[in-house]
């Protein structure tokens, strides 16, 4: 198996652009609590003057859709958050985390022309700051 480290993902606070600072945390299913990023949520939405949705997700994107619905504020990885316009940087309240991305390429694989092709794609778009 190969196995090593693409890129450290910064995550920061954001909100649909020109909503409220005010709108509640989207947070994680309870079963996603384990997330670096469901951690953070859930400590900034327990702090006076902040507030957790009653929604809850299991998946990243769909967090990411509702705030950009403007249903609320989230933390996303600064490589996504800051590429999209619609969308606009908060303070955020508790230290914000960062995960690891890690490739890991199963080795009766690692020979075909097709994988080699998104190992090398992978490689040039985090060299680039991905």
């Known amino acids: 198996m190969l196995a090593r480290k693409l890129a450290v993902?910064?995550?920061?606070?954001?909100?649909?652009?020109?909503?409220a600072?005010?709108?509640?945390w989207l947070g994680y299913?309870?079963?996603?609590?384990?997330m670096p990023q469901a951690e953070a949520i859930a400590r900034a939405a327990s702090l006076p003057g902040e507030a957790l949705s009653p929604l809850s997700f299991n998946d990243a994107e769909a967090v990411y859709l509702a705030v950009l619905a403007g249903q609320g504020k989230t933390l996303l990885p600064r490589a996504i958050?800051?590429?999209?316009?619609?969308?606009q940087e908060l303070?955020?309240?508790?230290q914000a985390p960062s995960r690891e991305l890690w490739l890991l390429v199963r080795r009766d694989l690692r020979g075909l022309k097709r994988v080699r092709a998104v190992v090398s794609w992978l490689d040039a778009l985090f060299a680039q700051g991905g």
Request: proline share 12%; glycine share 10%.
């Open 9 to 19: 993902l910064p995550y920061a606070a954001y909100a649909a652009h020109g909503a």
């Open 21 to 24: 600072a005010e709108l509640p």
């Open 29 to 34: 299913n309870p079963r996603m609590g384990f």
């Open 81 to 87: 958050g800051a590429a999209d316009a619609r969308l």
């Open 91 to 94: 303070t955020c309240p508790v």
